[in-house]
């Protein structure tokens, strides 16, 4: 036992102070350290900062991981990292596979299992006579801006519910609330907001993003990036949506709406949700007086442009 403990910690204390590990970690903060600094100098920039905050999020989940999985590997095999003169290459090497091993696994389950899985938690019917022009509107926009096939599936609930879900198959979900409680240029702003989530990856990212936090709930990076990242996304699916439809108005009042009868109660899925309770540094969701601020801006310059 006593030779165990003391193998491991001349592993350990071998690791660490070899360059190969130590470059790794180095050169990732240094990666971090300019992209926070990018980010920090274009305020305004949605896409670029969409970009600045997934490849922070990203390399912060792959620093944890290293971390993890070198534990992990001088654990194992702390009589080869201690003692043996490649010990230490392996280790790294594996440590770095394991780390893109677990993203990529976990990647793959959410592809294939998402939307099965939201579909599960919450009851959908395919859409009736009424809402066939919904579905003739969804496939327009997906096919203008080139998105593989779309599902509409819509929620018999009471409360405005509209969320975009990918997984092995694309769905948009709306609920009998929301059609019934906006008009239908404010629906078909809602519904080109969740089919540009649909277009950006952003329901893979947001149900990735959540299982990694699970996994990784010792990260404290990830408590500021994550929430930050999924907010960008919002300003920039609200954007989008303004731009295509040429109404950013209509989301705006569509917003407003949603925002004063949600009550601010939280569902189930408020996560995936096109307003969410928003609650500053640590919601995934923009505060909506500010996302309606953008898109009242956006409306004048689409306004002046005409
Ligand atoms: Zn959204």
Redesign the pocket.
Known sequence: MAELAEQITHALERYWSSPIPLTIIVATLVCMGTLVYVFLTNARNAKLRVSLLTGLYSLSIFFWLFLASSLVFCLSIASIVAYREWGIRAAAGGAVLLSFALSAFVSIAVWRRGADRVLRKIPTRGPGPEEAWLVDYVALVGNFEDIALVELRVSESPKPVAMAVSGSRHLVIVSTGLLSSLDRDEVESVVT??LM?IKNHDSRFKVFSTVMSRFLFFDPFSKFFDPAVHRER?YL?DEMSGRTTGKPGSLASALLKIHETANGGPSPLAGLS?VGRDGGIFSRFPPVKERINRLIVLSEILHRST
Request: aromatic content about 0%; hydrophobic content about 35%; overall charge negative.
């Open positions: 907001h969740e989530h919002e699916a096109i």
